[in-house]
């Protein structure tokens, strides 16, 4: 089955859920809606265009594999409004802060710092095992994504990108194999020669220890906040191997994230994460799934790269 598999990365995020009152938290996840307004905004569909929204919501699936939920910041807000008063209506901001009578609204807004995920893409087949109608397709999705008509980002507006999305159409037996994918692999071009491109990963030392600096950068941020206890380490880990703790979020079947047999310890719980107006802010309720798991942290490839350029100093 095919994938399209991309990395989400931003100094900030915030992946909004349910919020009641004056607090609007965030999730240490990317929503499905969170996800499906970055296509969105891909794709040039206006949050008006409820018709076309509610057709690439029908047609795609989402996962997520998070190596870095981060850490929290809560932005605190003050905001100046009118008093609501009968029969009265402002249509600008200017009239609301001329009105008589203001009041003042706390609020406060959280953000995750530094949190890295890898997002899975595929097209969703009906109840009876056909293909729906789909209005879109995963090479326009990826083209979309390299060339977006609107501004990304992730959440809310003041949270853009940090590093490229680097959308790659991957091909796997399921879909935790697919958001296993190295950051590497997403990084790397497809080419229609495989000899050129083995040609290029020899030739062009330098793109490659670029492209592992930055990979270095992020394995070193997120590898050591979530290691397991020691006490975990001893009980799983049996050749010193560094690990790292993963988890994973997808829709539909829990049979679909594996190869084989599911673990047990997966939780499925309701999410209110799925659109139904973006104009009005409605959503509706779905089922999701959730599975943690420690994996092994492996830099041989980089390793290699070091002892074979010249200046290891400029590497280090």
């Known amino acids: 089955m095919d994938y399209l598999v991309m990395r989400l990365y931003a100094p900030i995020s915030s992946w909004g859920t349910l919020a009641v009152g004056e607090d609007r938290p965030t ?17 040039g569909i206006k949050r008006s265009e409820a018709q076309k929204l509610r057709d690439l919501a029908s047609s795609i699936g989402i996962a997520s594999k998070t190596y870095s939920e981060g850490t929290i910041l809560r932005d605190y807000h003050t905001i100046q409004t009118p008093t609501t008063a009968k029969g009265v209506n402002f249509f600008t901001r200017k009239q609301e802060l ?8 706390l609020s406060s807004r959280d953000y ?28 326009q999705l990826q083209y979309a994504l390299k060339h977006p008509k609107f501004t990304l980002y992730l959440g809310r507006k003041s949270c853009p990108l940090s590093l490229p999305l680097s959308p790659q159409i991957i091909t796997a037996n399921h879909l935790k194999a697919a958001l296993d994918v ?14 050129v491109r083995e040609d290029n990963k020899l030739n062009d030392k330098s793109n490659r220890v ?68 973006r104009k009005q802010w409605q959503f509706t309720q779905r089922i999701g799934h959730q599975w943690t798991a420690y994996e092994p942290i492996d830099n041989k ?16």
């Open 210 to 277: 670029a492209h592992w600096q930055i990979n270095e950068l992020i394995d070193t941020m997120v590898s050591d906040r979530y290691l397991p206890t020691i006490i975990d380490y001893k009980a799983i880990n049996k050749q010193n191997t560094r690990l790292r703790q993963v988890t994973y979020h997808w829709e539909g079947e829990i049979e679909s994230m594996f190869a084989g047999a599911s673990p047990v310890n997966i939780f499925t719980h309701n999410h209110w994460d799925d659109p139904t107006d």
């Open 112 to 139: 995750r710092e530094d949190g890295l995920w890898v997002v899975a893409i595929w097209l969703k087949p009906d109840a009876q095992g056909s293909k729906v109608e789909h209005n879109v397709d995963l090479q």
């Open 182 to 195: 190295s950051i590497d692999e997403l990084l790397a071009e497809p080419s229609q020669n495989e000899s």
């Open 301 to 316: 490839e980089a390793k290699e790269i070091i002892l074979n350029t010249p200046d290891k100093e400029a590497v280090l």
């Open 98 to 105: 001329q009105s008589a009578q203001v009041e003042t609204i």
């Open 27 to 43: 999730v240490n996840y990317p929503t499905r809606s969170a996800v499906l307004g970055l296509l969105g905004a891909a794709l």
